[in-house]
């Protein structure tokens, strides 16, 4: 398979919907934070294979389906760029939000949602403890 964005995910809407895909107008003060992309090799393993010691692959926002991309502002992303190559706007931020634990890819008491497409079970949770980097990184701006 090929990888796919990992966080917030945008599809192409059907033509008798206004416009091409959805790009909330107030995407505003969000953190969107090392969302792990994965895919399935030919041999049947998912990759990256972080386990192992390969390298996570984040991916934290993409539109599939239709060409243009979702514009969150005053926000923690963690990149500004994306894998797809686009570039998000400069009042974003890459500080770490601070958060101090979280749960990926099982059942350790976190929601469980399956992807559709691939049938991969995702589960993330997060803390975030005081002082809270992400709050601060808002009030600044």
Sequence with gaps: SAQQPAGIVSRAHVTALTGTFSNPAAFTGNIIWKNRTFYWDGAGALQ????????????????????GQ????????????????????????????????????????????PEPTTGIQTAIAWWVTTPRPAASARQER
């Design 70 to 113: 979702m514009n969150p502002t005053s926000g923690i992303l963690t990149s500004l760029t994306g894998l797809d190559g686009v570039t998000y706007d400069g009042s974003n931020s890459t500080t770490d939000p601070g958060f101090t634990q979280a749960f990926f890819n099982g059942d350790r008491g976190a929601i469980i949602l």
């Design 48 to 67: 990256p294979d972080i386990g192992t010691g390969g390298t996570p692959v984040y991916w934290d926002l993409g539109v599939l389906g239709a060409v």
